[in-house]
């Protein structure tokens, strides 16, 4: 029979106190040699919005980790109110709260790739820009910048805090991905069609990042994505699809990058990015041909066919 030993676990620091939690552990039997071996597998970490309703936030972005072939882990900035009806509030979490969770997972796991969405904060903003020049200056970051929802009118982020992130964290990322209205706000022109997408990714590549993807879904005619990576535009266009009103594609697309390059980049390579957005667009495209209802107004997406009809 195995004899409990006492060990330290580890603490959070705004939980300390001068006492040392001990708890028991029991010894591992056998011997080590022969247990299966364990297969390596990459991480992506996602920082962002935990919507209940599962449609987008964190909980879409694991899912899109997982599709890449990653380990997902993901840290609540805020919480929110909303469901498929739409955003009602948006309560920031203190990075008190999550910041040394984030700190603990980059220290003990193979993160590979970041993902940001909602911060919903200033504080945020700054904490997370200061977590990333301290300690991730070689993983790259995925920015998804939302600002208003898909249904509601409650924003992620207030103006203040906006141009906050615009400052310190567009300057950090591999890659910013902007809809048709943020990209509007960035540039102060609108953004109507491919050819406004084309001058928009290049003002927004002047405000630091990588690269840029604005995604096309809203623009006139059929969806055409653009993007700006070291002064070239790539442009696709897909089919549009007769959807109707859905919810956490943006969050699905960049997580799909942040996840492939994950799983499939050794370098920060201009190929190697170009390529993640293109992977990312074919399974965006395939998950969007399978629109799911759980009930509300807005569709939602998985991406991955692992589900049964429901009558």
């Not at 805020?78 to 203190?94: D, F, M, N």
């Not at 904060?121 to 995925?142: D, E, G, L, Q, Y």
């Not at 902007?178 to 022109?189: K, Y």
């Amino acid at each position: 029979m195995n004899q409990g030993i006492r060990t330290t676990r580890w603490v959070p620091k705004f939980q300390r106190r001068r006492t040392l939690i001990v708890v028991n552990q029991a010894k591992p039997s056998g011997n080590m040699s022969n247990r299966i071996p364990r297969q390596r597998l990459p991480c992506a970490l996602a920082f962002g919005g935990l919507d209940p309703g599962g449609g987008a936030g964190i909980l879409a972005d694991t899912r899109a980790f997982e599709r890449a072939g990653a380990f997902p882990c993901a840290v609540a900035t805020c919480l929110t109110t909303q469901s498929t009806r739409g955003l009602v509030r948006v309560h920031a979490i203190h990075p008190a709260m999550w910041l040394e969770s984030a700190e603990r997972v980059l220290l003990d796991q193979h993160v590979r790739a970041i993902k940001i969405g909602a911060l919903a904060s200033k504080i945020n903003v700054t904490s997370i820009a200061s977590f990333i020049r301290r300690s991730v200056a070689r993983i790259p970051v995925v920015l998804d910048t939302p600002k208003a929802p898909s249904l509601g009118d409650t924003l992620l982020l207030n103006a203040s805090a906006w141009q906050k992130m615009v400052r310190d964290l567009f300057p950090l990322a591999a890659l910013v991905t902007v809809n048709r209205d943020e990209a509007a706000l960035l540039t102060h022109h609108p953004v109507r069609n491919a050819n406004d997408a084309k001058r928009a990714v290049v003002e927004i590549g002047s405000l630091g990042p990588k690269a840029v993807l604005l995604k096309g879904g809203h623009l006139q005619g059929d969806p055409v994505d653009t993007l700006w990576i070291d002064g070239r535009i790539h442009q696709w266009t897909s089919k549009r699809l007769p959807l109707g009103p859905t919810h956490g594609t943006g969050c699905l697309l960049a997580s799909l990058v942040a996840g492939r390059l994950a799983t499939h980049t050794r370098t920060n390579s201009n190929g190697a990015l170009v390529e993640a957005v293109q992977w990312a667009r074919r399974q965006h495209q395939r998950m969007l041909a399978t629109p799911l209802d759980v009930g509300g107004t807005l569709a939602v997406f998985l991406t991955s066919r692992n589900y049964q009809r429901y009558e």
